[in-house]
């Protein structure tokens, strides 16, 4: 392994609005063998997430940010080419904060085996990965859907508020989705099946919203806040549910 390189992104310093080319550092590194408790694990794939920007801020959170000169923190899945730990055996897939890097070794803190065989590797990092389990737990413990509910999902063609809205038609909901651009709002209806779409890009949401949900809104699964969740905040229905997932609008603003 010592001949082998890799490659890393590190955190250079906390950016104030959106993060640029000299928010990191480039290296690369020779790869080490893995001590008493750590794993060496070959990245396959890795998730690039709006959660993310919030992992380079400062401040308390419900995860420590990213230490500045640490491997930029990311999701991925890969395969263990080496092993100290008891619990992991070389050849097995396992899914974690890999970082953005070729290669990860460290102790496996909060990693768990997966199955290629299954399902394809990336899928792990969508609808069994932390995107669907967000969708899944979101919607049916804090929206609690019920059949014949309007639910209306905001950045609805994301990792996120795709599998929402599909769980959401599961359960015998109405579905609108809001995303930019005819695309977009052409697959949540073609390929997602939502009943309804929303282009903010080409028109107003408010007009929108009262075109797509006559009767009003009882579920809002907001990944953007802003703008757009003020608008559907004025079509909620009496004892409707929100559940505030994410607020992409507003992740890089640097002024109130």
Same mark, same amino acid.
């Given at each position: 392994?010592?001949?082998?390189?890799? +490659?890393?992104?590190?955190?250079?310093?906390?950016?104030?609005?959106?993060?640029?080319?000299?928010?990191?550092?480039?290296?690369? @590194?020779?790869?080490?063998?893995?001590?008493?408790?750590?794993?060496? @694990?070959?990245?396959? /794939?890795?998730?690039?997430?709006?959660? #993310?920007?919030?992992? #380079?801020?400062?401040?308390?959170?419900?995860?420590?940010?990213?230490?500045? !000169?640490?491997?930029? +923190?990311?999701?991925?899945?890969?395969?263990? =080419?080496? &092993?100290?730990?008891?619990?992991?055996?070389?050849?097995? /897939? @396992?899914? !974690?904060?890999?970082? %953005?890097?070729?290669?990860?070794?460290?102790?496996? +803190? !909060?990693? /768990?085996?997966?199955?290629?065989?299954? @399902?394809?590797?990336?899928? /792990?990092?969508?609808?069994?990965?932390?995107?669907?389990?967000?969708?899944?737990? $979101?919607?049916?413990?804090?929206?609690?859907?019920?059949?014949?509910?309007?639910?209306?999902? &905001?950045?609805?063609?994301?990792?996120?508020?795709?599998?929402?809205?599909? =769980?959401?038609?599961?359960?015998?909901?109405?579905?609108?989705? =809001?995303?930019?651009?005819?695309?977009?709002?052409?697959?949540? %209806?073609?390929?997602?099946?939502?009943?309804?779409?929303?282009?903010?890009?080409?028109?107003?949401?408010? $007009?929108?919203?009262?075109?797509?949900?006559?009767?009003?809104?009882?579920?809002?699964?907001?990944?953007?806040?802003?703008?757009?969740?003020?608008?559907?905040? *004025?079509?909620?229905?009496?004892?409707?549910?929100? =559940?505030?997932?994410?607020?992409? *609008?507003?992740?890089?603003?640097?002024?109130?």
């Amino acid at each position: 392994m010592t001949d082998q390189t890799n +490659r890393q992104f590190l955190l250079a310093k906390r950016p104030v609005g959106a993060a640029t080319r000299d928010t990191f550092t480039f290296q690369q @590194v020779p790869v080490v063998q893995p001590e008493d408790g750590q794993i060496l @694990v070959k990245n396959e /794939y890795l998730s690039l997430d709006p959660a #993310m920007r919030g992992w #380079m801020n400062e401040g308390k959170s419900y995860i420590p940010p990213v230490a500045l !000169g640490d491997v930029m +923190r990311a999701l991925g899945v890969g395969k263990v =080419i080496a &092993s100290a730990h008891p619990g992991f055996a070389v050849g097995d /897939y @396992v899914n !974690g904060a890999l970082g %953005v890097q070729d290669y990860f070794v460290g102790e496996p +803190r !909060g990693f /768990y085996k997966v199955d290629p065989k299954l @399902v394809p590797l990336p899928v /792990y990092l969508s609808a069994l990965g932390m995107t669907g389990m967000t969708a899944y737990f $979101a919607l049916l413990d804090v929206g609690v859907p019920k059949a014949g509910d309007t639910v209306v999902i &905001s950045g609805a063609a994301g990792a996120v508020g795709s599998i929402a809205g599909q =769980i959401a038609k599961l359960k015998g909901c109405r579905v609108v989705g =809001i995303a930019g651009g005819k695309e977009k709002c052409a697959r949540l %209806v073609d390929e997602f099946g939502f009943d309804g779409a929303i282009d903010y890009k080409s028109e107003d949401v408010l $007009a929108g919203l009262k075109r797509e949900c006559p009767k009003g809104v009882d579920v809002f699964f907001d990944n953007v806040g802003g703008d757009i969740l003020d608008a559907v905040l *004025s079509r909620l229905n009496f004892k409707a549910r929100v =559940i505030i997932c994410g607020a992409i *609008s507003q992740y890089n603003v640097s002024d109130p």
